[in-house]
């Protein structure tokens, strides 16, 4: 009984699986804006934020620009037909750090959110010379829904 009882979870899963990876596609990405520091109030820990709406996204990008001169103007976005995806760093203490999204997968059987978003962290080598200033790299990029 307990092998069946196996057997038949295995192919539940593999079933589950298989769905998926049907409903699973890369896609492409526009770049918004890519940089060294992010003035983003959210804690000091790395974060993807998905933003949806013309309202979360006036409020991160208010953010994002502040203390930045002249504040660069909020980028137009359709949201009827985009969503915004932002990787932010944590706070970095020196320079030398960049972040690159490199690939985002969307699941089409869960109204096309982003599955997976594969991201390129580069950090100085141990010898290497940084300049001592704060940093937080950050990639915001827009997708089609």
Do not use: C
């Amino acid at each position: 009984m307990k092998a069946k009882l196996k057997f038949l979870i295995a192919i539940l899963l593999f079933s589950v699986a298989t769905a998926n990876a049907d409903t699973i596609k890369k896609i492409d990405f526009e770049t918004i804006d890519k940089g060294f520091y992010s003035h983003y109030k959210g804690d000091n820990k790395q974060h993807i934020i998905e933003i949806y709406n013309q309202e979360d996204w006036q409020t991160f990008w208010n953010q994002h620009i502040s203390g930045t001169f002249p504040p660069p103007p909020l980028p137009d976005i359709d949201f009827k037909n985009y969503i915004v995806i932002v990787a932010l760093d944590e706070m970095r203490s020196s320079g030398g750090y960049t972040l690159e999204i490199k690939k985002i997968t969307i699941d089409t059987a869960v109204e096309s959110r982003p599955f997976e978003i594969i991201i390129q962290l580069n950090q100085p080598g141990s010898a290497a010379g940084t300049i001592a200033v704060m940093t937080r790299p950050y990639h915001i990029v827009k997708i089609k829904k």
